[in-house]
């Protein structure tokens, strides 16, 4: 069977760049919890959906993270990979210490790639989810992302991140029932 290319071919995801992604539920179960009035409403799932987006940039200090929302059952977000940070990191570190570090290791610091920062979002996110209790829990097969080439297209996606849930009844994403969330 043919499965459609999810990244653009050729592209090197580790680049410096913002990238709009979109990572869904399996079977878009709404398990994040709801939307209120235009108002998303997380659960603890959600919650943990949320934490582990922010842990990224504590994680892998090479990227920003900007316009972000918790959807039932997708999450939209504006990541950006800064290559020169990994450099300046490196550089920032004392003269012994750097010199130590170069001596156990010949590899640079390695900047993952959109693809794997994602991976790590939704492994460490998985997995605090099967902790609190949604074991069947999983995340869809990929994600979608878009390279932001622009200030207007970075506006636009960020104003369609913030306005995600006020536009939920319309949503494509929109068909499936929540799951009840374990007490």
Not at 4 to 21: A, C, T, V
Not at 51 to 74: C, S
Not at 101 to 111: L, V
Not at 157 to 181: A, G, T, V
Request: charged share 25%.
């Amino acid at each position: 069977m043919f499965r459609k290319q999810n990244r653009l071919k050729g592209y090197d995801y580790s680049n410096d760049n913002l990238y709009f992604i979109t990572a869904v539920v399996h079977n878009r179960i709404s398990c994040f919890g709801e939307i209120l009035n235009g108002v998303m409403i997380l659960n603890d799932y959600g919650k943990i959906a949320s934490d582990q987006w922010y842990w990224l940039e504590q994680q892998y200090q090479y990227i920003n993270l900007y316009e972000f929302v918790v959807m039932p059952n997708h999450i939209h977000g504006i990541i950006e990979i800064k290559r020169h940070v990994a450099r300046k990191i490196i550089d920032e570190i004392e003269e012994a210490d750097y010199i130590k570090a170069k001596y156990q290791s010949s590899e640079p610091m390695k900047i993952k790639s959109l693809s794997e920062l994602m991976g790590a979002y939704k492994t460490t996110s998985s997995k605090k989810i099967h902790l609190a209790g949604y074991k069947e829990f999983n995340w869809q097969r990929s994600f979608h992302d878009h390279i932001i080439r622009n200030d207007n297209t970075f506006g636009k996606i960020s104003r369609y991140i913030k306005n995600n849930p006020l536009k939920w009844e319309r949503d494509r994403f929109n068909k499936k029932p929540m799951i009840l969330q374990k007490q």
